[in-house]
């Protein structure tokens, strides 16, 4: 079993940042990638981002909603996997949670979520 911690959550005014971190109890080598979602109620939950570690190397990915303004990457030696949230607004407003593949259990892992409010 791996256990993925999300921190970083909290309430900021519209066009402030945010750090969300999520850590693994175990190295992310592990996982070949790993996600950040964001769910509010009544919602379907929303990928909005993604970084996977592939043959060519580590890549990145984000929903058009996020673009420019999110930026997710990884710190191999914190078994971390961070979302960089600037500029943000009120449409951001969501529980945000993390998850990976773990290629060497074959299962996917989610953490327990943070909430983010973003004030207007």
């Known amino acids: 079993q791996v256990q993925l911690v999300e921190i970083g959550g909290g309430l900021v005014q519209a066009g402030g940042s945010l750090r969300l971190s999520c850590t693994a109890s175990r190295t992310i080598f592990r996982f070949n990638t790993m996600d950040w979602y964001r769910q509010t109620p009544g919602k379907q939950r929303e990928l909005v981002a993604t970084i996977t570690a592939g043959t060519d190397g580590v890549t990145t990915d984000y929903a058009d909603s996020v673009k420019g303004r999110f930026t997710i990457y990884r710190d191999i030696a914190k078994n971390t996997v961070y979302l960089q949230m600037n500029s943000l607004e009120p449409e951001d407003t969501a529980v945000y949670s993390c998850?990976?593949?773990?290629?060497?259990?074959?299962?996917?892992?989610w953490g327990q979520g943070t909430q983010v409010t973003v004030s207007a």
């Open positions: 998850n990976g593949y773990d290629i060497y259990d074959r299962q996917l892992y």
